[in-house]
């Protein structure tokens, strides 16, 4: 199986616990014989790494100045397309799966699926609902808009708890057989991601 990983944060990157969960998962993939590509942000560190049976790709955003988040998300994505589409015209076209980790890179992963006919998995970090309790300005609306598009795009959607899953339905009207939790550092954990990888391959 070969699965890229897109995640807005990866070490030396880190932001918060998404970071170090990423890293994780990539490696135990590897370990697994899991072929695991990541394809993740840096300001000054960019190309390709293999660390630790993983290979990483680092890419900058093209354009320095920006008035929000979401002017730096949706001018990155292009970068994370590219560099993930490199991936795919090497292997050969032979790409099963992406596993996409928070809302940023939502637009690439549909992208991809798109063009090359990639399932993808949403794994979810936070809900904007969450991160900004009770803002439904435009700026708050348009990152909502991207996160319902991987809700409605995404083949899974991979949540850490029972909880963020019922939040998933209830914000997102997400058909609850869509969602599956998998908890980090539980004993079915990479059991229960690499069933979902697979389902997903099976159903492409």
């Not at 990866?10 to 490696?27: F, N, S, T, W």
């Not at 590897?30 to 660390?51: I, L, P, Q, R, S």
Request: hydrophobic share 40%; proline share 4%; with cysteine.
């Amino acid at each position: 199986m070969r699965v890229i990983i897109l995640t807005w944060e990866y070490p030396p990157r880190v932001v918060g616990k998404l970071a170090d969960y990423a890293k994780e998962l990539a490696v135990q993939l590897a370990k697994n014989k899991v072929e695991t590509h990541v394809v993740t942000y840096h300001d000054y560190m960019t190309g390709e790494f293999e660390e630790n049976g993983v290979k990483t790709y680092r890419v900058t955003n093209p354009v320095k100045t920006h008035i929000s988040v979401l002017t730096w998300v949706l001018t990155l994505n292009q970068e994370v397309e590219r560099a993930a589409a490199n991936i795919y015209y090497r292997a050969g076209g032979h790409v099963d799966i992406i596993d996409v980790q928070d809302w940023h890179f939502i637009p690439a992963a549909v992208t991809l699926k798109k063009a090359f006919c990639i399932p993808f998995a949403y794994s979810v970090e936070s809900l904007e609902d969450h991160r900004s309790h009770g803002a439904n300005s435009p700026f708050n609306m348009a990152i909502k808009s991207i996160e319902w598009l991987g809700m409605y795009e995404a083949g899974k959607i991979l949540v850490k708890s029972e909880w963020m899953a019922g939040e998933a339905v209830r914000i997102y009207k997400v058909p609850e057989a869509k969602i599956k939790v998998v908890k980090p550092g539980s004993e079915r954990w990479l059991k229960t991601v690499l069933e979902v990888y697979r389902s997903l391959k099976e159903g492409s």
